[in-house]
Structure formats: C-alpha cells, structure tokens
C-alpha cells in the first residue's frame, strides 16, 4: 500500500523520464526505467537480424508494427542522447 506521498513521488519520476526522454518510462517490476534503456538488448537483436536477412532500411522493407520507427535502429529515437 502506498501513502499519498509515496504515490505522487511516483508520478513525478515518471512525468520526469517522459520530459527527459520524449517516451514514456517502464515499470521492470522494481522501477521506472527510460524506455530505450529497457528495449536495448531487443533492438540490438533486431539490427542484428536485420543485417542477417540484408534488411537496411527496416521502415521501408517490412510491413505492420516492424515497419514503426521503433524497430528501426537507424531510427532517431535511438539517435537521441541517453
């Protein structure tokens, strides 16, 4: 159970990640972490299997939700600074 304060401590570390990243944080069960660095290890897999497969441009190549930016490496939101 959380106490008022507890709560809004809460909501301001993640209106704080929002403001410093552009995306919202994720809850890994523990704490908020910024979004890229929860994703890291699926978008290195991603690049990998798209320099496998001879895919380079991954938002122009593939189709539905791999098509979004996210899945891009090259994509500028993992060009932003951590």
């Known amino acids: 159970m959380l106490t008022d304060e507890q709560l809004q401590a ?3 570390a993640f209106d704080q990640l929002l403001k410093e990243t552009g995306l919202p ?5 523990k704490t908020l972490v910024p ?10 897999f991603a690049s990998q299997c798209h320099s496998q ?5 991954p938002q122009r190549q593939l189709k539905g939700t791999y098509a979004k930016p996210v899945w891009d490496p090259h994509s500028s939101i993992w ?4």
């Open 10 to 12: 809460h909501f301001d």
């Open 25 to 29: 944080p994720i809850w890994n069960g």
């Open 35 to 44: 979004w890229k660095d929860y994703h890291k290890n699926s978008i290195e």
């Open 53 to 57: 497969l001879g895919i380079d441009q």
């Open 79 to 82: 060009r932003e600074a951590d």
